[in-house]
């Protein structure tokens, strides 16, 4: 018999490439990871690893057994969810991540609904990168979180997490007034017009301000101004949707929001829509949906989403 922990040690090592990564995530020494595996491999009964420098990579007949694995392992949390949906009320703790300008946005009148809705709830948040939340998802550190992606940076498939939608929201080029004054008298006024070319064109030799190199806001910006004809010559790097702002109004360059940060637009900033969006969704565990808290924090998102946001939301 195939013990459900080994296989989790094994699909880890497929998603995170090291046993010292799996070590790290899962709280155990790397020995005890190799030590686990060398079980599994016996209960197999075939080779499941192979040795390629100093990494181990999966066998073929590893890789099928982990497909398997994200099968057993789905559906032992389908069974755990319905399992809660069968004890009254909901409570306990329900650890949240986020990604940063969801903060302000969205996340306070989400926990505000679930208060008002589920008292004995006690939501836990974090920070965290959207390109972090499924290892940290199967990891078991978070329960839910506020993922997002962009246009030209679609999410990777992951068969380890289940999403929903919650919003898409256009994104928007942020420059300066005074730029843009002084581009007009140096280029004449624009000729106008609505594709990616035409309206970041004009900002091919300008300064740019974009997301930390790593990140899909910094990837998105790249990828943009490659499609619209030209490399963004960049100056700063920051996450802060803010601080592009406060530095676009200024003269700094130009840069990418999203329509969820431009209720807060300085004095002297210009904010010109996008043929560009990004999609925020809520994601958990495969076969985690049916959890209560699970399901009750969707539900309190798009409720603050309806209330709180001016994207347009989605239905599943």
Same mark, same amino acid.
């Given at each position: 018999?195939?013990?459900?922990?080994?296989?989790?040690?094994?699909?880890?090592?497929?998603?995170? /490439?090291?046993?010292?990564?799996?070590?790290?995530?899962?709280?155990?020494?790397?020995?005890?990871?190799?030590?686990?595996?060398?079980?599994?491999? #016996?209960?197999?009964? %075939?080779?499941?690893?192979?040795?390629?420098?100093?990494?181990?990579?999966? =066998?073929?007949? /590893?890789?099928?057994?982990?497909?398997?694995?994200?099968?057993?392992?789905?559906?032992?949390?389908?069974? %755990?969810?319905?399992?809660?949906?069968?004890?009254?009320?909901?409570? /306990?703790?329900?650890?949240?991540?986020?990604?940063?300008?969801?903060?302000?946005?969205? %996340?306070?009148?989400?926990?505000?609904?679930?208060?008002?809705?589920?008292?004995?709830?006690?939501?836990?948040?974090?920070?965290?990168?959207?390109?972090?939340?499924? +290892?940290?998802?199967?990891?078991?550190?978070?329960?839910?979180?506020?993922?997002?992606?962009?246009?030209?940076?679609?999410?990777?498939?992951?068969?380890?997490? +289940?999403?929903?939608?919650?919003?898409?929201?256009?994104?928007?080029? &942020?420059?300066?007034?005074?730029?843009?004054?002084?581009?007009? @008298?140096?280029?004449?006024?624009?000729?106008?017009?609505?594709?990616?070319?035409?309206?970041?064109?004009?900002?091919?030799?300008?300064?740019?301000?974009?997301?930390?190199?790593?990140?899909?806001?910094?990837?998105?910006?790249?990828?943009?101004?490659?499609? &619209? /004809?030209?490399?963004?010559?960049?100056?700063? @790097?920051?996450?802060?949707?803010?601080?592009?702002?406060?530095?676009?109004?200024?003269?700094?360059?130009?840069?990418?929001?999203?329509?969820?940060?431009?209720?807060?637009?300085?004095?002297?900033?210009?904010?010109?829509?996008?043929?560009?969006? #990004?999609?925020? #969704?809520?994601?958990?565990?495969?076969?985690?949906?049916?959890?209560?808290?699970?399901?009750?924090?969707? &539900?309190?998102?798009?409720?603050?989403?309806?209330? =709180?946001?001016?994207?347009?939301?989605?239905?599943?």
């Amino acid at each position: 018999m195939l013990d459900v922990r080994r296989l989790h040690m094994l699909r880890e090592l497929d998603r995170r /490439g090291t046993i010292a990564a799996v070590a790290a995530a899962l709280n155990f020494t790397a020995s005890a990871v190799s030590q686990q595996l060398g079980v599994l491999e #016996r209960e197999a009964g %075939v080779p499941l690893l192979e040795r390629s420098g100093r990494r181990v990579v999966l =066998t073929p007949a /590893g890789r099928t057994l982990v497909t398997h694995a994200d099968a057993v392992l789905e559906r032992l949390e389908l069974a %755990v969810s319905q399992l809660a949906g069968a004890r009254e009320g909901i409570g /306990g703790p329900l650890r949240i991540g986020t990604f940063p300008s969801g903060g302000p946005a969205i %996340v306070p009148a989400t926990l505000a609904e679930l208060a008002l809705r589920h008292p004995a709830l006690e939501p836990m948040l974090q920070e965290i990168d959207s390109a972090r939340v499924s +290892d940290s998802l199967r990891a078991g550190e978070l329960d839910v979180a506020l993922v997002h992606d962009y246009d030209f940076v679609p999410a990777s498939p992951d068969t380890t997490v +289940d999403q929903v939608p919650l919003l898409d929201e256009p994104m928007y080029l &942020a420059t300066g007034a005074a730029a843009e004054s002084a581009q007009t @008298q140096a280029s004449g006024p624009a000729a106008g017009g609505d594709t990616l070319a035409e309206l970041l064109g004009p900002w091919a030799m300008s300064p740019w301000i974009t997301a930390r190199e790593g990140t899909t806001g910094h990837a998105m910006a790249v990828r943009a101004c490659q499609a &619209a /004809g030209f490399q963004p010559r960049i100056r700063h @790097q920051v996450n802060d949707f803010r601080t592009v702002l406060a530095l676009a109004a200024i003269g700094q360059g130009a840069g990418f929001v999203p329509e969820m940060a431009t209720a807060h637009a300085p004095e002297g900033v210009v904010l010109t829509r996008l043929p560009l969006f #990004r999609r925020s #969704r809520v994601a958990f565990r495969a076969g985690g949906g049916a959890h209560p808290a699970i399901a009750a924090f969707v &539900a309190a998102a798009r409720t603050a989403v309806g209330v =709180t946001g001016s994207a347009s939301l989605l239905a599943t």
